[in-house]
């Protein structure tokens, strides 16, 4: 079962869109446990105390607004998806600097909400994606999210991620035919990043999740700035 919270003022609000998102979900044969909070404080602890597979936040809220949650659960739960409910659409470019999963607004509430079902549920599939890599004599299974980025090393490509890093006979042109649809690109002739834990962009670098940094050229830059504005804007 899906955990789904949603955070708004107003309670009627509240009610239909829980009424719709339990629709949108049935309709694909999933069931949902939808939580609604009105108060920012009590949503926040609840999502930080819990296991939360998307979260809807109301942009303006009394207390803390919804981009002020957004920045408290992201330093939190990095990897947790966002979504924006808003009756004022100018407030939307202010908000993408939160980089959230997407924005619902409520002028065209079905509409919105129906794409961001798709889109959650093709991110789910994607989330669990799992490759199996042959480190040294040994089969192990990482799941996509889990790479940070991968560097070339001669005939073999190290896979880093959080907690390990994988020495796999391979080389970079290889790997990156076969995971390059599940997220990693090429942000160096030597490198492949995870953009989903692309954190900022300079010059010549970019920063990842967890304080790593890896070499950005400039024959890649563009892609890399396409792709991460794209996540960005989910």
Request: proline content about 3%.
């Amino acid at each position: 079962m899906l955990i789904i919270v949603t955070c708004d003022d107003s309670w009627a609000f509240l009610k239909l869109i829980q009424e719709k998102l339990t629709h949108y979900f049935s309709k694909k044969h999933l069931n949902i446990d939808h939580r609604i909070f009105s108060d920012s404080n009590t949503a926040i602890r609840y999502c930080l105390k819990n296991t939360v597979d998307l979260v809807l936040l109301d942009v303006e809220m009394p207390g803390k607004n919804g981009m002020e949650m957004a920045n408290i659960l992201n330093q939190k739960k990095p990897h947790l998806p966002i979504a924006f409910v808003t009756s004022h659409e100018e407030l939307v470019f202010e908000a993408i600097r939160c980089r959230p999963f997407g924005f619902i607004r409520k002028s065209c509430l079905d509409e919105d909400l129906e794409d961001l079902v798709k889109r959650f549920l093709q991110w789910i599939q994607k989330r669990n994606q799992k490759i199996l890599l042959d480190a040294e004599g040994k089969q192990v299974s990482v799941s996509i999210p889990q790479i940070l980025y991968v560097e070339s090393a001669k005939n073999y490509i190290m896979v880093h991620t959080a907690k390990n890093i994988y020495k796999i006979r391979k080389t970079i042109n290889q790997f990156e035919k076969e995971v390059g649809r599940y997220g990693l690109i090429r942000c160096h002739k030597g490198f492949l990043v995870n953009y989903a834990h692309i954190e900022e962009i300079s010059k010549h670098e970019l920063f990842l999740t967890g304080e790593v940094s890896v070499p950005l050229s400039r024959t890649y830059t563009s892609s890399v700035k396409d792709a991460f504005m794209q996540f960005s804007r989910r």
